[in-house]
T-cell receptor
Framework: QKEVEQDPGPLSVPEGAIVSLNCTYS??????FMWYRQYSRKGPELLMY????GNKEDGRFTAQVDKSSKYISLFIRDSQPSDSATYLC???????????FGTGTSLTVIP | NAGVMQNPRHLVRRRGQEARLRCSPM?????VYWYRQLPEEGLKFMVY????????ESGMPKERFSAEFPKEGPSILRIQQVVRGDSAAYFC???????????FGNGTRLTVT
């Protein structure tokens, strides 16, 4: 079983739609949770960073962590064509040395 | 403030040659990570270094691969005697503190012919 599971998609939505991206994990020691956006031929870009359960909002993006279910989500409101990219979830332990990444979900927002 | 700088962006090597990938972390960042990315497989951890020290190299193959982060200069990921299976995108990331979110460079795409 992988440490982090993420549906690869692809996901295709019309402009203006609400997008929901999700990851599940198996390691209950994970404390820090991140979402990255990666455009083709570029490095991952940090979008959201959360610690512990709950919601965090930043503009059109909301990150949600449910530690009891080992489930994290990223919501994108009013999606734009420029949001078309691959979205990666990442997480690590408080005492860990490495960050564990999901395989990424490919999103296309159609104008 | 410049981001994480990786060079070269593209590197072509023939089987048996050596590949050297360089990474300059963001200013003020002393923690450096190397990850490898293959299609459909996501980012795989290779090694974590903190100025002159290798903290965790559990993700790096024991043979042919080595990494360093000297007191002065960039971090180097070195692959000796490359094979076709080494073809991938190699990403470097840095952070100011342990467990701080990683900031990535744009990667080096290694092709072994």
């Amino acid at each position: 079983q992988k440490e982090v599971e993420q549906d690869p998609g692809p996901l295709s939505v019309p402009e203006g739609a609400i997008v929901s991206l999700n990851c599940t994990y198996s390691n209950s020691a994970f404390q820090y949770f991140m979402w990255y956006r990666q455009y083709s031929r570029k490095g991952p870009e940090l979008l959201m960073y959360t610690y512990s359960s709950g919601n965090k909002e930043d503009g059109r993006f909301t990150a949600q962590v449910d530690k009891s279910s080992k489930y994290i989500s990223l919501f994108i409101r009013d999606s734009q064509p420029s949001d078309s990219a691959t979205y990666l979830c990442a997480m690590n332990e408080n005492t860990g040395n490495q960050f564990y990444f999901g395989t990424g979900t490919s999103l296309t927002v159609i104008p | 403030n410049a981001g994480v700088m990786q060079n070269p962006r593209h590197l072509v090597r023939r089987r048996g040659q050596e590949a050297r990938l360089r990474c300059s972390p963001m200013k003020g960042h002393s923690h450096v990570y190397w990850y490898r990315q293959l299609p459909e497989e996501g980012l795989k951890f290779m090694v974590y270094l903190q100025k002159e020290n290798i903290i965790d190299e559990s993700g790096m193959p024991k043979e042919r691969f080595s990494a360093e982060f000297p007191k002065e200069g960039p971090s180097i990921l070195r692959i000796q005697q490359v094979v076709r299976g080494d073809s991938a995108a190699y990403f470097c990331a840095s952070s100011p503190l342990r467990n701080s979110p990683l900031h990535f460079g744009n990667g080096t795409r290694l092709t072994v012919t």
